[in-house]
């Protein structure tokens, strides 16, 4: 399935309808709805996870695979943290050419799911990858791999599959890179790190290089490559009406995500209709296909009433997952990449980078003329793997800022 057509619209449905499904006459509440528990006993939380810290690696297996030939793959499970400071238990699958040292890139996949299956650990290996989609961009791991690199590819949605929470998916990400770093088979303890991620990927990229300086600064980040960043995907959602939309079912997701992630703040059930509810249950254990074919041509109006977009609890939620609100500052230089007709606004981009610039942190903003969110992509990619070559290199960084 081709993903250039949804990826045009994506951001405008996916962060864009959140604000308005979350609405609400006061009714009682019966909570979020989880995916359901993954059979595989590896990815179960010890029950001693609040005595380990951050990144220290639970388990570890090594993985066969086709996928990649010539190296090496693990996948560690490890303690992380969620967005209100609690202990988690969170994979990375690591893809190694070899034992190293060598330059380690977490690559944070393009995954707008509900379901545990479709998380990257499992849908770069198996029959999820077809309905994970996000994933589509796998193949081309192999290109990194084959430049001596390794790649560590967290499952950065966590544990409940929360999709849009990119805070916390930005503390998967460091913590996973802590977490390859302390696996002594992979002799990566002493390697050079860059991060690299794409729109929903670039999400939790963006947080984990906001958040290195306070919450792991002792990881040596080299550089960072973004892309198509939506920094506050609270405020495309109030500029979004109530019409149909062949993506809906991506908005209505997110919705489910953040209700994951926030059962206090969100309740979903003092909003949800009839057709809401069973939607929801539809969903909760879907990857992104199946998703965007359930909610196909719907609208907010079917499925939701109105009246609490405006609340603190609400506004607080999207500025918890708001690069444009956060008031971290990144030091890892930046690469970051947007297309000149990009659905997602490209001036806060811009000024969201231009506050790190004043802050001291080399930027090198590219803005790829007449191309939309799919169109930039790939240009934009290519890139950013020299940008990260460079970095690795130890070459001085390039900047833009004005």
């Known amino acids: 399935m081709d993903l250039r057509p949804k990826a045009r619209l994506l951001l405008a449905c996916t962060l864009g309808i959140v604000a308005a499904v979350l609405s609400a006459a006061p009714a009682a509440s019966a909570g979020p709805v989880y995916p359901a528990p993954d059979p595989d006993g590896f990815y179960a939380a010890p029950d001693n996870l609040a005595g380990v810290a951050p990144g220290d690696v639970l388990r570890a297996r090594p993985v066969a695979n086709g996928r990649f030939p010539g190296s090496q793959v693990w996948q560690l499970l490890f303690r992380s943290t969620d967005s209100t400071g609690g202990p988690i238990a969170a994979v990375t699958t690591l893809i190694s050419p070899g034992a190293g040292p060598r330059p380690l890139l977490s690559y944070q996949a393009f995954v707008n799911s509900l379901g545990l299956q479709c998380a990257p650990s499992h849908a770069l290996f198996d029959g999820g990858l077809k309905e994970a989609g996000g994933l589509k961009e796998a193949g081309a791991l192999n290109l990194l791999l084959a430049r001596g690199w390794a790649v560590s590819v967290p499952d950065h949605l966590g544990p409940d599959s929360a999709y849009g929470a990119a805070r916390m998916g930005g503390q998967i990400t460091l913590d996973g890179i802590r977490a390859v770093q302390r696996f002594a088979p992979a002799g990566l303890g002493n390697s050079p790190v860059g991060l690299a991620g794409y729109s929903g990927g670039a999400m939790s990229t963006g947080f984990a290089a906001a958040l290195a300086p306070e919450y792991a600064p002792e990881l040596p980040i080299v550089g960072v490559a973004q892309g198509g960043l939506p920094v506050n995907p609270g405020q495309m959602a109030v500029q979004i009406g109530d019409h149909p939309h062949p993506l809906f079912g991506l908005g209505f997701a997110v919705a489910m995500g953040l209700e994951r992630e926030y059962p206090d703040a969100l309740q979903l059930d003092r909003a949800l209709t009839p057709a809401g509810r069973a939607m929801r249950d539809r969903l909760a254990n879907s990857c992104t296909d199946d998703i965007i074919s359930a909610g196909a041509g719907h609208s907010i109006g079917e499925f939701f009433t109105s009246g609490m977009e405006s609340e603190f609890s609400t506004v607080s939620t999207f500025h918890a ?66 940008y990260l070559a460079d970095r690795f290199a130890g070459l001085p960084a390039p900047s833009n800022c004005h």
């Open 321 to 386: 997952n708001a690069l444009e609100e956060f008031p971290g500052i990144p030091r890892a230089p930046i690469y970051q990449w947007h297309g000149g007709n990009d659905q997602v606004p490209l001036q806060p981009a811009l000024d969201t980078a231009g506050r790190y610039c004043a802050a001291g942190t080399p930027v090198q903003f590219d803005v790829i003329p007449g191309v939309d969110h799919a169109g930039a992509m790939f240009p934009g990619t290519m890139n950013a793997v020299r």
